[in-house]
């Protein structure tokens, strides 16, 4: 039987998430595929399942995530990637500017 914690860290790279987030933020990640729309989320894209990202929850999609990062601009997600898997929730910024997300 595995056995997991039900939270864990996790810490921003890049500017995808601004203003939300910034790079080197540290996260406080609640483990759960359950999410809703708007959420920040940890997601898998199912077509570089390699690499873990940062992004907001759109809509549900073949049995996945529609995921996209707040700065437009300059973020790769779903429409790049397609459906992601989420991994858990973002539930608290812990460093370097503590507090929920806004």
């Not at 890049?14 to 609640?30: C, I, K, N, W």
């Not at 399942?49 to 996209?68: F, M, N, S, T």
């Amino acid at each position: 039987m595995s056995w997991q914690l039900p939270f864990f860290a996790a810490q921003v790279r890049g500017p995808s998430m601004s203003p939300t987030l910034r790079a080197g933020d540290a996260l406080l990640v609640r483990r759960s595929a359950r999410a809703r729309p708007g959420d920040v989320v940890v997601a898998r894209f199912r077509a570089r399942p390699d690499l873990l990202v940062v992004k907001r929850a759109l809509r549900e999609q073949d049995g996945g995530w529609w995921v996209r990062g707040d700065n437009e601009f300059v973020t790769d997600d779903s429409r790049a990637y397609g459906v992601a898997d989420v991994i858990g929730l973002v539930v608290f910024r812990y460093w370097p500017r503590p507090g929920p997300l806004s």
